[in-house]
């Protein structure tokens, strides 16, 4: 690989990880919030929620995200959203953000399932303990039951999150100029068929390394105040 290689291309690769990051900023906050709401629709003693919610799951868990991705931008692609200049790429958000919601809703299933884990792992002394003080049971469960469950998923939150690092890559198939695509690009461009892709596999390395490595940090700062 080059000096004169990465002196010239890195500007696609640097603006391609902050789309990437975009990206994987949304989805974790979209789909966390999403999953814990289906998650809790799938512990709901309303049976039709239950069985939305299991039907959701079950139909992005048993899809591969790559075809989901395909129908979403087939039926969302077509809204009228503008472009935007980031860096020395040209996004447009009519790919971007189609690409955004598949990604999130697919992140989704797999949080809710993940959630559903976590609360039915919170002994149901809590629970009861909660409602003998008088606590109402959306408080039970916003301020008894979550906050401990959160402690219990951490570790397969923290997987979660660094798959969706790596899966926003599929993302260059409906056009989405991130970090995957700047590789693709640059690989076409200058007919090097290795270093650019050695490259970006430096990139996602690096940026999923830091990201388990908060995560742990974070998972032992809660336990510590947990512990006391």
Avoid: C
Wanted: aromatic share 10%.
């Amino acid at each position: 690989m080059s000096f004169n290689f990465i002196n010239k291309f890195l500007p696609y690769f640097n603006d391609g990880l902050l789309v990437t990051l975009m990206i994987s900023a949304f989805v974790v906050l979209i789909g966390t919030v999403l999953g814990t709401l289906i998650a809790l629709a799938k512990l709901s003693k309303v049976r039709f929620l239950r069985w939305l919610a299991n039907i959701y799951v079950e139909v992005f868990r048993g899809t591969p995200m790559l075809v989901q991705i395909m129908i979403g931008f087939q039926i969302l692609g077509k809204m009228p959203l503008p472009e935007f200049q980031l860096g020395i790429l040209t996004e447009d958000l009519s790919r971007l953000v189609p690409g955004i919601i598949v990604l999130s809703m697919n992140s989704g299933a797999y949080v809710a399932e993940i959630v559903r884990g976590g609360i039915n792992a919170v002994p149901k002394g809590q629970t009861e303990a909660a409602f003998s003080l008088g606590i109402r049971p959306h408080q039970t469960m916003l301020k008894v039951i979550l906050p401990q469950a959160i402690r219990n998923i951490l570790p397969a939150l923290g997987n979660e999150f660094v798959t969706i690092i790596k899966d926003s890559s599929l993302l260059a198939t409906i056009g989405v100029m991130e970090l995957y695509n700047g590789a693709q690009t640059t690989s076409s461009t200058t007919y090097q068929s290795l270093s650019p892709w050695l490259l970006v596999a430096v990139y996602y390395f690096v940026v999923t390394f830091i990201t388990s490595r908060l995560i742990n940090l974070l998972e032992k700062k809660l336990g510590k105040g947990y512990a006391k």
